[in-house]
Protein backbone atom coordinates (compact mmCIF):
# COMPACT_ATOMS: atom_id res chain seq x y z
CA UNK A 1 0.00 0.00 0.00
CA UNK A 2 1.45 3.06 -1.35
CA UNK A 3 2.02 6.11 1.75
CA UNK A 4 3.66 8.95 2.30
CA UNK A 5 4.04 10.75 5.85
CA UNK A 6 4.84 14.66 5.54
CA UNK A 7 6.52 16.10 8.91
CA UNK A 8 8.19 19.70 9.59
CA UNK A 9 6.12 21.71 8.80
CA UNK A 10 5.15 24.77 11.49
CA UNK A 11 4.69 28.67 11.87
CA UNK A 12 7.90 30.91 11.09
CA UNK A 13 8.39 34.24 10.30
CA UNK A 14 8.59 36.02 6.94
CA UNK A 15 12.33 35.42 5.53
CA UNK A 16 12.91 32.15 7.47
CA UNK A 17 13.40 28.73 7.18
CA UNK A 18 11.70 24.67 7.37
CA UNK A 19 13.15 21.66 6.16
CA UNK A 20 10.51 19.47 5.35
CA UNK A 21 10.44 15.67 5.03
CA UNK A 22 9.00 12.96 3.74
CA UNK A 23 8.80 9.18 4.30
CA UNK A 24 7.07 6.75 1.73
CA UNK A 25 6.51 3.01 1.81
CA UNK A 26 4.78 0.80 -0.59
CA UNK A 27 6.44 0.94 -3.51
CA UNK A 28 9.96 0.56 -5.33
CA UNK A 29 11.28 4.37 -4.20
CA UNK A 30 14.45 4.34 -5.66
CA UNK A 31 12.84 3.94 -9.30
CA UNK A 32 10.15 7.11 -9.12
CA UNK A 33 10.43 10.54 -9.40
CA UNK A 34 9.53 12.19 -6.25
CA UNK A 35 7.32 15.36 -5.95
CA UNK A 36 6.02 18.42 -3.20
CA UNK A 37 2.69 20.00 -3.64
CA UNK A 38 0.90 22.29 -1.88
CA UNK A 39 -2.61 23.99 -1.27
CA UNK A 40 -3.38 27.12 0.36
CA UNK A 41 -6.81 27.81 1.67
CA UNK A 42 -9.44 27.99 -1.31
CA UNK A 43 -6.39 27.27 -3.95
CA UNK A 44 -6.34 24.23 -6.31
CA UNK A 45 -3.32 21.80 -4.85
CA UNK A 46 -0.34 23.01 -7.06
CA UNK A 47 3.32 21.53 -7.87
CA UNK A 48 6.30 22.85 -5.87
CA UNK A 49 9.31 21.01 -7.34
CA UNK A 50 10.10 17.19 -8.21
CA UNK A 51 13.36 15.54 -8.04
CA UNK A 52 13.70 12.38 -10.22
CA UNK A 53 14.53 8.88 -9.46
CA UNK A 54 18.35 8.99 -9.46
CA UNK A 55 18.64 12.53 -8.09
CA UNK A 56 20.02 15.22 -10.87
CA UNK A 57 18.53 17.69 -12.64
CA UNK A 58 15.72 18.94 -10.05
CA UNK A 59 12.22 21.11 -11.29
CA UNK A 60 10.83 23.62 -9.39
CA UNK A 61 7.58 26.44 -9.72
CA UNK A 62 8.56 29.85 -10.71
CA UNK A 63 7.32 30.99 -7.76
CA UNK A 64 9.70 29.29 -5.31
CA UNK A 65 12.66 28.94 -7.80
CA UNK A 66 15.95 29.97 -5.85
CA UNK A 67 14.12 29.20 -2.34
CA UNK A 68 13.78 26.09 -2.22
CA UNK A 69 15.23 23.15 -2.60
CA UNK A 70 13.92 19.46 -2.81
CA UNK A 71 16.52 16.23 -2.36
CA UNK A 72 15.78 12.74 -2.07
CA UNK A 73 17.77 9.91 0.19
CA UNK A 74 17.09 6.65 -1.81
CA UNK A 75 18.27 4.57 0.73
CA UNK A 76 16.09 5.70 3.92
CA UNK A 77 13.17 6.31 1.24
CA UNK A 78 12.71 9.96 2.11
CA UNK A 79 12.41 13.24 0.36
CA UNK A 80 12.78 16.81 1.64
CA UNK A 81 11.87 20.23 0.37
CA UNK A 82 14.79 22.78 2.22
CA UNK A 83 12.62 26.15 2.41
CA UNK A 84 14.34 29.39 2.53
CA UNK A 85 13.24 33.39 2.50
CA UNK A 86 9.58 32.04 3.14
CA UNK A 87 6.98 34.86 2.17
CA UNK A 88 3.14 34.81 3.49
CA UNK A 89 2.42 33.18 -0.19
CA UNK A 90 4.01 29.98 1.00
CA UNK A 91 1.36 29.49 3.84
CA UNK A 92 0.10 26.22 2.61
CA UNK A 93 -0.29 22.51 3.46
CA UNK A 94 2.41 20.65 1.69
CA UNK A 95 2.33 17.03 1.04
CA UNK A 96 4.79 14.95 -0.75
CA UNK A 97 3.90 12.33 -3.99
CA UNK A 98 5.24 9.98 -6.34
CA UNK A 99 5.15 10.53 -10.54
CA UNK A 100 2.12 12.43 -11.78
CA UNK A 101 0.66 9.30 -12.90
CA UNK A 102 -0.17 8.17 -9.57
CA UNK A 103 -2.48 11.19 -9.28
CA UNK A 104 -5.43 9.45 -10.95
CA UNK A 105 -4.97 7.16 -7.31
CA UNK A 106 -5.31 9.61 -4.72
CA UNK A 107 -2.28 8.93 -2.07
CA UNK A 108 -1.86 11.71 -0.43
CA UNK A 109 -0.86 11.72 2.95
CA UNK A 110 -2.26 14.16 5.76
CA UNK A 111 0.96 16.60 4.81
CA UNK A 112 2.27 19.38 7.02
CA UNK A 113 1.08 22.62 7.45
CA UNK A 114 3.77 25.93 6.67
CA UNK A 115 2.10 28.67 8.06
CA UNK A 116 4.11 31.74 7.62
CA UNK A 117 3.11 34.98 9.80
CA UNK A 118 4.44 37.81 11.70
Known amino acids: QVQFVESGGGLVQPGGSLRLSCAASGFTFSRYAMSWYRQAPGKERELVAT????????NYADSVKGRFTISRDNAKKMVYLQMTSLKVDDTAVYYC???????????WGQGTQVTVSS
Open 97 to 107: YGPSRWLQYGY
Open 51 to 58: VPSAGGTT
